[in-house]
């Protein structure tokens, strides 16, 4: 059973080069169960039982249901549909060196480089296309093998085994064939996006490795593919947002955009996006926000690393998380992760009655680590959160490994806090499963 979840994540990881193609896959989802979109720039109606999504960017996506009878709060699950990879620069700078067309490429987020060396790479990414007086965006993924970054051999350079350092500007231009290749390169591009060359008026491209995903092991317990941190987390996710029973609350499941580079773009968990959609379904209910976000809770679901098997020693003494182990609860004394008493009980709580595995992950006390989506949304959304995912190896490598099982607890995890709600009195937290018929904590709440 968790081989066919597995393949199906793989699947759709293959088909989700980019986070533009992550959120219409998310959308294709959506739609097939009954989900509408909504437009930021259109009025919004709402109401009880309203299924719905909206898109910023193109790129990043918060879909959310509408319960019956005066909502609890909002509980939400977020996770990033970026991934570090190599960005062409703009169409037109691209030049040939001497019997090679080759791509000049910037970075995108903190990757393992030498990952990316030796193997086939496809692009990926968006075009606008001029249409008469209107600008469109296309979508536009080549889905074939079309260019390579070549290492240097050992006989050339007999120190490549002691720790080279590589060079983006000059060692990881891909290859993308003969000095009259170029013009090919551009035809495929406008062929993809199907308009005519002269009328692409700009693109944002990327590389991304054509490896396929896998099941592998002695029993087939692990997955490695592209991209697992973060697609594993959402899809895991929106699986579980699809799943879920209704509740009192209003379940949103968050895919964002732009965590590799920081969040702080128009459409990362930076910026006014999810807190202006949630201010927005206040006021369609006719509820206060404040109120709402009270008794709200925000998961950010990233992948976390599990105890290398070359070099343990890497992780902390004590909180070493597993493959297959279950879901990771991560903590961080300075707050980069913001985990608290309170919101671990909750999800753990939560877990516990999924029958899910929970783990702890700190860093090791003498390295910083880094932060993820939930730290930053908190300036936008100051809600009860926490900061969880899954143990995996290799993290910002092209090619990622994690447990297959745990893509099985995520989801589990996931069904049962969106089926969840949460009740604040004072000090006192209950979190409720599924609707609450004529209850009295509504009924106060309600009052309110
Ligand atoms: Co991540």
Known sequence: MENDINRNLLAFIEKSPTAWHTAENLTGLLRAAGYRELREEEEWTL????????????????AFRIPQGTPAGFMM?????????????????????GVYAQVPVERYGGMLLSTWLDRPLSVAGRVVVR????????????????????????????????????????DMLPLIGGEASAESFRRLIAEAAEAEEKD????????????????WGAEDEFISSPRLDDLQCVFSCAQGFLQAGESDAVPVFCAFDNEEVGNTTRQGAGADFLARTLERIAICLNCSLPRLLAQSFLVSADNAHAVHPNHPEYADPVDRPEMNKGVVIK??????????????AVFREICRRAEVPVQR???????????????????????????????????????ETAGAQDTVW?????????????????ETLTIRDGRAACDAAVARTAAD
């Not at 008026?201 to 396929?212: D, H, I, K």
């Open 77 to 97: 699950m977020a996770a990033h549909n970026d991934s570090p990879c190599l960005r062409l620069k703009e169409l037109t700078t691209l030049g040939s060196a």
């Open 47 to 62: 109401g009880p039982g309203a299924r719905c999504f909206v898109r910023r960017n193109a790129s990043s996506l918060l």
């Open 331 to 344: 903590f961080n004394a300075s707050q980069r992760y913001i985990t608290d008493a309170v919101s671990a």
């Open 200 to 215: 692409i008026v700009s693109a944002e491209l990327q590389f991304y490795p054509r490896t396929l995903g896998r099941v």
């Open 410 to 426: 995520m989801i589990r995890a996931a069904e049962r806090f969106f089926s969840s709600s949460l009740y604040l009195n004072g």
């Open 131 to 170: 249409e008469g007086e209107t600008l469109r965006e296309r979508l536009v993924d080549l889905r074939r093998d079309v260019a390579l970054i070549p290492n240097v051999a050992i006989h050339m350079d007999r120190s490549a085994n002691e720790g080279k350092a590589l060079d983006l500007k000059t």
């Open 361 to 399: 992950y700190t860093n090791r006390a003498d390295l910083a680590g880094g932060w993820t989506l939930g730290h930053v949304s908190l300036g936008q959304v100051a809600v009860r959160s926490l900061d969880a995912g899954l143990a995996q190896l290799a993290m910002h490598s092209s090619y």
